[in-house]
């Protein structure tokens, strides 16, 4: 499967100096639509550059994507103990077991049995009987992987991973290297709910990113101001389904089985690394307000986050002097 890449809906927005322009291109890859909008001398070259992401980013696909049969995630799951990994399935298969032993679980991707299970996107959703998550959940835990160098093992044969909530972060962070390595002085780079930025804005202000009201995602809830990196949110209000009044979402609790509803409506994360932070902002979603704390508190990854809250909205300390609220008065 190739992402398919659009022509450029809108060329020279605005002129960042003699003979350079912004152009902006389109594409959907990675079941999202992806924006890359940055700067190149002339359409020539935007074109070339723009066709070098669109070939990584199908690439990066082909290796992690739970729908394709060839992918390595499928192979691994049609194994019976394990497979050697491609570079980039790799990379994020390594993070992932980091970020799931920090996580004490909360972040786990063999929660693949479950996501098959509820299928919250398909035609006709439905809510699982209780004998099907407990025999799905008895499949679940990331304890029963080990990477050996490009191998990654499994200690059962029903063991089964889905990376859909890291590869996208990945593929975000690559796709920006990419760009800044071709001399792109200024890019930004939209993967659905995650946003990198390359470069400076050219008069030197901060950069302005919004973020969506989870309860109503038409209207932006607020902004971050920042210099540069990376912005990760996993919300509700994504991909679910609806049924007696009750919304059931895409982020299932590796543990209980269930969409997790702990009273998070969506968490962003702000932080360098694109992969770590679609990581963090599910982990952080599922895990709670205390699991934020608590990675927050050990200052072994740096990060910043805001989660919308039945009660409120909660932010880290450094959060508070990035995010500026809606005024919708």
């Not at 070098?52 to 390595?72: G, M, N, P």
């Not at 004998?131 to 063991?159: F, M």
């Not at 089964?160 to 200024?186: F, H, N, P």
């Not at 609806?242 to 997790?260: A, M, Q, V």
């Amino acid at each position: 499967m190739r992402a398919r890449l659009l022509l450029p809906l809108l060329i020279s927005l605005l002129l960042c100096g003699c003979g350079e322009g912004e152009y902006t291109y389109d594409l959907f890859a990675m079941n999202t639509v992806i924006s890359l909008r940055f700067t190149a001398d002339d359409q020539t070259e935007a074109d070339t550059i723009a066709r070098s992401c669109e070939a990584l980013i199908a690439d990066i696909e082909q290796q992690t994507s739970r729908t394709i049969e060839t992918s390595d995630v499928s192979r691994f799951n049609a194994s019976e103990s394990g497979i050697p990994l491609g570079e980039h399935s790799r990379a994020i298969v390594e993070t992932a077991l980091e970020i799931s032993s920090l996580t004490d679980g909360a972040y786990d991707i063999t929660v693949a049995p479950l996501v098959e299970l509820w299928d919250v996107i398909s035609e006709t959703p439905c809510i699982p009987e209780t004998a099907e998550i407990t025999a799905a959940l008895a499949r679940v835990g990331y304890e029963q992987l080990t990477l050996d160098g490009d191998i990654l093992n499994k200690s059962a044969p029903s063991c089964a991973i889905d990376l859909g909530s890291i590869a996208k972060g990945y593929a975000l962070g690559k796709t920006a290297e990419l760009l800044s390595a071709s001399g792109v002085k200024r890019a930004v780079i939209s993967f659905g709910g995650n946003v990198a930025l390359v470069g400076e804005k050219e008069d030197g202000s901060l950069w302005k990113i919004g973020i969506k009201n989870p309860l109503s995602p038409a209207e932006a809830a607020g902004y971050l101001h920042i210099d540069g990196g990376c912005v990760s949110v996993s919300g509700d209000y994504e991909r679910y389904f609806e049924l007696d009044g009750r919304r059931y979402h895409h982020i299932i609790s590796p543990k209980e089985g269930y969409p997790t509803s702990n009273g998070i409506h969506s968490a962003a994360v702000y932080c360098e690394d694109a992969m770590l932070g679609d990581a963090l902002s599910t982990a952080i979603f599922v895990g709670g307000i205390e699991m934020c704390e608590k990675l927050y508190a050990a200052e072994s990854i740096h990060f910043e986050a805001l989660i919308f809250t039945d009660d409120g909205v909660y932010m880290t300390d450094g959060m508070n002097k990035l995010y500026e609220e809606e005024n919708h008065a």
